[in-house]
């Protein structure tokens, strides 16, 4: 059975920084595409950040230079390092693993990043 845990969500005022982690169980992690997507309140879901199975990294405009996105195969761990906070950085952050070329996609349960004084 898949599962992708998050955690390292909390409460940071404007200009901290947090760190969120995915532990991925069940899957081949170092073949799948993984990446972070957020969803503030009254808001569509939103794609943050990617990293392939190759390493290939991709970042949302609104947090290009402030999140770093990266993935640990040996420990099945996908991170994603949040500097410089906005309060519009508030939101569910979600992690997703994708297997390319197929319709395997599953996506964690979400952890809350509000960013607050």
């Known amino acids: 059975q898949v599962q992708l845990v998050e955690s390292g969500g909390g409460l940071v005022q404007p200009g901290g920084s947090l760190r969120l982690s995915c532990a991925a169980r069940g899957v081949m992690f170092s073949f799948y595409d993984m990446g972070w997507y957020r969803q503030a309140p009254g808001k569509q879901r939103e794609l943050v950040a990617t990293?392939?199975?190759?390493?290939?990294?991709d970042y949302a405009d609104s947090v290009k230079g402030r999140f770093t996105i990266s993935r640990n195969s040996a420990q099945n761990t996908l991170y994603l390092q949040m500097n410089s906070l906005k309060p519009e950085d508030t939101a569910i952050y979600y992690c997703q693993a994708t297997l390319p070329g197929t319709n395997h996609d599953y996506w964690g349960h979400g952890t809350q990043v509000n960013v607050s004084s």
């Open positions: 990293v392939t199975s190759g390493l290939r990294t």
